[in-house]
């Protein structure tokens, strides 16, 4: 197999470089046109070299950069093929009724069963194995079957795989849909998940779950005993709304990890990115794109959160163009986040959104290189406020640039400690789990990082002092202390007072003295083992129960 092929539907002869075969026929990893076998195809190349206003030359700098981006891509994704064998067992909901599709797919061994909007109390399953919960003259029963097509379709019953409205699907239409999706059905893992940042995995309380909110379908599910969420590959469509309102990074896209984003935004150096979804139609634009724009194409368009906003603006050095009909809730917050920080340190738009073609021509207009923002960087193994937070700081620099708002759905804030009733038990630094509180051995102190906290809040559930921790949401700051560790609560090392060995802090050790000690005022051994490390608390007890033995013997 060859690397990249191109296949000329152009009137014109078209320069390109000599690593890009041109031809009629063969298999290519990436080409510009479905024409040829491939295993990625790559639309926005004949887009780009049928609307840019670049020169020859550039054009065909240009066009492998393109192929290349899309190279990486398909060499750095995660995403897994599945495939699933279906039968042939169809139950059709319609209240106007479609007879004729009925019959037709009947013709082409499918066994269909037909229901009313009536009859369908509940479905349940994926395809393949659906079973639909059926109500008919006060009789409750299930069927089983592998695809259920209904006609305006109630929100539940568009959530699992196999599921399908048809009401602007023509007969034809319909019956080439399951024809695709049988005898194999196949889908893909989207998604990949590390359970050790989730804010929801394994929590005494509930803390989060935005993913299984945004999720469309019932591809993302939590399970509230055990606190573990569930994943449903063969129902998940790929869309990413839950990667972009993950606060910690557990979720990332599968066909364009963080590692391949960065490794693709870095080809877009001293380029204008315009990014574009799969699913928008490239064909019918007629416009032309000014020097230097260059497409970025993505599978989905919900999954881009700050991250990936600020790595591809930083690495290109430019504004950035959005080509969508629609932003996700997190996405959405990501680009309010994003353009206040633009608009505070360079006055001008960082991302513009075009949800059409009328606005897509007036970005494109707007859209150019920004002087002092160009910034490459490392992001290997950091996780996704990590990098933020490191591009970010290089933005702020030694300045204080003040503040930016955030969203409901992508949370900043910090966190305050109460010195003075902070006993340093350190169960905040445990339920930590993105080690933004982190124990400082050296100084006996808790340290905090609030470029990196998700604002979860498991840390005010879990101490045990009342009034202690405070979490102050909403906004992030722009100033150089806001990405380093700060010291939140301090405290010395309390010694015994048998041994002299440093063993607890001194408040935790007075907390206890102060609870215990009216119990055991009578008892001036016990009053002591108060202030004992472990070893010697037992010393001390053994020791005075001989004693009292001695004397009672000697008494005796």
């Not at 139609?281 to 919900?302: C, D, M, R, T």
């Not at 930083?314 to 969508?324: A, D, K, L, P, R």
Request: charged letters at 25%.
């Amino acid at each position: 197999m060859k690397e990249f092929g191109f296949y000329n539907d152009f009137d014109d002869t078209i320069m390109l470089n000599e690593q890009i075969d041109i031809s009629k026929e063969g298999e290519y990893l990436v080409s510009n046109s479905p024409k040829l076998k491939a295993n990625v195809v790559a639309n926005e190349i004949n887009f780009y070299l049928k609307n840019s206003e670049d020169s020859v030359l550039d054009k065909a700098k240009n066009t492998l950069l393109l192929y290349e981006a899309r190279a990486n891509a398909f060499d750095l994704a995660r995403d897994v093929d599945h495939e699933k064998t279906v039968g042939k067992n169809v139950v059709l909901v319609s209240n106007v009724g479609r007879e004729n599709l009925a019959n037709l797919l009947k013709e082409n061994g499918f066994k269909v069963i037909e229901l009313t909007h009536f009859e369908v109390k509940f479905l349940y399953g994926a395809a393949g194995e659906l079973s639909v919960i059926v109500l008919r003259a006060n009789d409750e029963f299930e069927i089983d079957c592998d695809f259920l097509l209904v006609e305006n379709a109630r929100d539940y019953m568009l959530k699992q795989s196999g599921c399908y409205e048809i009401a602007n699907m023509s007969d034809e239409d319909a019956l080439n849909l399951l024809n695709e999706k049988s005898p194999s059905f196949k889908y893909k893992t989207h998604i990949s998940y590390d359970s050790t940042i989730c804010q929801y995995h394994e929590r005494r309380q509930e803390i989060c779950g935005r993913c299984a909110e945004v999720c469309p379908t019932v591809a993302i599910l939590k399970e509230d005993e055990t606190k573990h969420l569930v994943f449903s590959h063969i129902d998940c469509l790929g869309c990413g709304g839950c990667i972009s309102v993950c606060p910690s990074g557990a979720l990332d896209y599968s066909h364009m990890p963080r590692n391949s984003f960065v490794d693709t935004a870095k080809m877009y150096k001293g380029k204008i990115p315009l990014i574009i979804p799969k699913k928008m139609n490239l064909e019918k634009l007629s416009l032309k794109l000014p020097q230097n724009v260059l497409p970025f194409a993505i599978e989905g368009e919900k999954w881009l959160h700050e991250s990936h906003f600020m790595t591809l603006l930083q690495e290109s050095g430019s504004s950035v163009i959005f080509y969508t009909d629609f932003a996700s809730k997190g996405t959405k917050d990501a680009i309010l986040i994003v353009n206040q920080i633009y608009n505070i340190k360079f006055n001008r738009q960082a991302i513009e959104v075009a949800m059409n073609e009328s606005e897509l021509k007036d970005a494109l207009q707007r859209a150019s290189l920004i002087d002092g923002s160009q910034h490459s960087m490392s992001e290997y193994a950091m996780p996704k406020r990590e990098i933020f937070a490191k591009r970010l700081e290089w933005f702020v620099g030694d300045e204080n640039l003040g503040v930016v708002k955030t969203g409901e759905n992508i949370s900043y804030g910090t966190v305050e400690i109460n010195r003075d009733s902070c006993t340093l038990c350190l169960s905040c630094v445990g339920a930590c789990n993105v080690s933004a509180l982190v124990a400082d051995s050296k100084t006996n102190s808790i340290m905090f990082n609030p470029s990196i906290c998700t604002n979860c809040g498991y840390c005010e559930l879990s101490c045990a002092e009342k009034d202690t921790i405070v979490l102050k949401r909403g906004q992030i700051e722009l100033k150089p202390e806001y990405f380093v560790y700060n010291e939140l609560a301090k405290d010395e090392l309390f010694a015994c007072v048998e041994c002299g060995k440093e063993f607890a802090t001194k408040k935790a050790v007075e907390k206890i003295a102060a609870i215990m000690s009216p119990k055991f005022a009578n008892d001036p051994v016990k009053l002591k083992t108060l202030y004992c490390c472990s070893d010697c608390k037992a010393k001390v007890m053994v020791k005075a129960q001989i004693e009292a033995m001695h004397k009672d013997i000697l008494n005796g």
